[in-house]
């Protein structure tokens, strides 16, 4: 049994395996960007992660550079934590029972405002400031928006969804510090920019941009893109499906949470309606047939009948 399993296990097999997963993150990330409801909050998240990133090797010797000990860094790191904890129940009340657009964009707002103030943090207690700001919105940005778009994906896709909304974060971090180096050659060398305490202030900058530009990302696409439907993508390949005749074209149904909440489906009494619907639209048909039968039957019998009258 060992010897079937380890000879079934070829480099092919790993290769076509592996293309199909490349081929499944493809999709993932063409409905993350293409799905009017999508789009604008995993725009948000793509480019806080790479901005966080790429300023994230600096910003134990910024502390560092405003007096700040190990000891003090450990306490702005407890203080940004234990923020994140206070709104999170507010931020999921938002998303369940009033509106997830509320709740991406107060988090966005928050987290921008925190990098905005840590930016331009001249003390240790402004720093302190910035990570209590920071906690009430970074620490609940990305689990927020995870929570929002694996909510409104398909059901048999919601697996697929979160472990590429996972692959797409790590990876973006990932190339945000790879990058660290180069950008900070270029603030240096190209801008000139020898004084450490400002270079390291421009790189805290980065992340601000980038933050904010998630943030007007979201203001410009309104309230009402959370309330499209997800736009129609081919669920063959995340489903494990490769005949490509049998891929499904699905759009998913509309939801709204509580009593003006809004967000895209994905519910079982969604799903349950289009087959009720659909299994209803068969019933009638089958019905019409049945009723169709014994009228040519009689049509049949009428035909001999008057040609013999």
């Known amino acids: 049994a060992m010897q079937a399993s380890s000879s079934s296990t070829t480099p092919s097999t790993c290769l076509e395996g592996l293309k199909g997963v490349v081929k499944a ?3 993932i990330i063409s409905m993350f960007y293409h799905s009017p409801s999508f789009h604008a909050p995993m725009t948000t998240i793509w480019v806080a992660s790479f901005g966080g990133a790429l300023h994230a090797p600096v910003t134990t010797f ?3 550079k405003l007096g700040a000990s190990e000891i003090d860094i450990g306490w702005l790191a407890f203080v940004s934590t234990f923020g994140s904890l206070i709104l999170a129940p507010v931020y999921g009340w938002l998303l369940d029972r009033r509106s997830a657009y509320a709740a991406v964009c107060l988090s966005c707002l928050m987290c921008s405002s925190g990098c905005l103030i840590r930016g331009f943090a001249w003390s240790l207690q402004s720093l302190f400031v910035a990570s209590v700001v920071l906690g009430l919105g970074a620490g609940s940005l990305w689990t927020t928006v995870l929570s929002y778009v694996s909510r409104g994906s398909p059901k048999k896709m919601r697996s697929a969804v979160v472990s590429g909304y996972l692959l797409q974060v790590t990876s ?5 510090k790879s990058l660290y180096p180069a950008w900070n050659y270029l603030v240096r060398d190209g801008l ?3 004084d450490e305490l400002l270079r390291y202030r421009v790189h805290m900058g980065v992340c601000t941009v980038f933050c904010f530009f998630g ?3 979201l203001i410009r696409a309104g309230r009402h893109s959370f309330e499209v439907p997800v736009a129609p993508v081919v669920t ?10 049998e891929k499904k074209t699905t759009k998913l149904p509309q939801r709204r949470g509580g009593s003006d909440g809004d967000g895209v489906g994905g519910d079982d009494d969604d799903e349950n309606a289009v087959e009720l619907s659909l299994l209803s639209s068969g ?27």
């Not at 973006?172 to 945000?176: A, H, Y």
């Open 236 to 245: 063959g390949d995340l489903e494990g499906d490769n005949t490509a005749s």
């Open 215 to 217: 943030f007007f990302k």
């Open 283 to 309: 019933r009638r048909s089958d019905s019409e047939e049945e009723r169709t039968v014994p009228e040519q039957q009689q049509q049949q019998q009428q035909s001999p009948q008057r040609s013999s009258s």
């Open 192 to 194: 000139g920019i020898e």
């Open 62 to 64: 910024f502390y560092l």
């Open 25 to 27: 993150q493809g999709r």
């Open 172 to 176: 973006l971090r990932i190339i945000g």
